[in-house]
């Protein structure tokens, strides 16, 4: 409930004045740590395996990435419902930072692809219609990635599973 009027709050302060930043140079690899941490506690189901990462330092608002972080990872085990392992870890790019969260769930079609992170577009089939949600969270992850000067994007495959990632500028 807290998380769903978080959201809601987010979504009213975006549009009425932005997203206020305050940034810091932190370490990308223990705040991704310390979300699946947090995360594995939800699922004794999901796996969590964080690939060898680069030890990269980012300059962004730190809370603010680590609630994108933990909507990605909620997604992983949300749209996962068999279990399975859910692989996350970051990588050096040009376009700096790339944090990437990967799972093999139910994974999603081309054409919901394209807007995903559309505020209140959720992806409506068979295979999603038990699962809760009002289709802001991953809006609210652009807006916040954005914000920072960075992207965000999907490679998918129904049935085989999906890869988040998103770019932060290097710290």
Same mark, same amino acid.
């Given at each position: ?16 004045? #932005? ?32 690939? =060898? ?13 680590? =609630? ?44 919901? =692809? ?20 009002? #289709? ?36």
């Amino acid at each position: 409930m807290h998380a769903l009027i978080r959201g809601f709050l987010d979504v009213a302060r975006i549009d009425s004045k #932005g997203i206020v930043l305050q940034k810091k140079i932190f370490s990308i690899d223990e705040l991704l740590i310390d979300c699946a941490a947090e995360i594995a506690l939800f699922s004794d189901k999901h796996q969590l395996v964080r690939d =060898q990462s680069a030890g990269l330092m980012v300059n962004a608002d730190r809370e603010k990435i680590a =609630q994108v972080i933990d909507n990605l990872l909620h997604n992983a085990l949300k749209y996962s419902p068999d279990g399975g392992q859910i692989r996350y870890g970051c990588r050096e790019e040009a376009a700096g930072a790339v944090v990437w969260i990967r799972d093999d769930g139910i994974g999603i079609a081309p054409q919901d =692809q394209e807007h995903l992170f559309s505020r209140f577009y959720r992806v409506e089939n068979q295979s999603t219609h038990t699962i809760s949600g009002f #289709g802001i969270g991953l809006y609210l992850c652009s807006e916040i990635i954005r914000s920072h000067g960075g992207t965000i994007g999907v490679e998918s495959v129904p049935g085989k599973g999906s890869t988040f990632h998103f770019s932060l500028p290097m710290g």
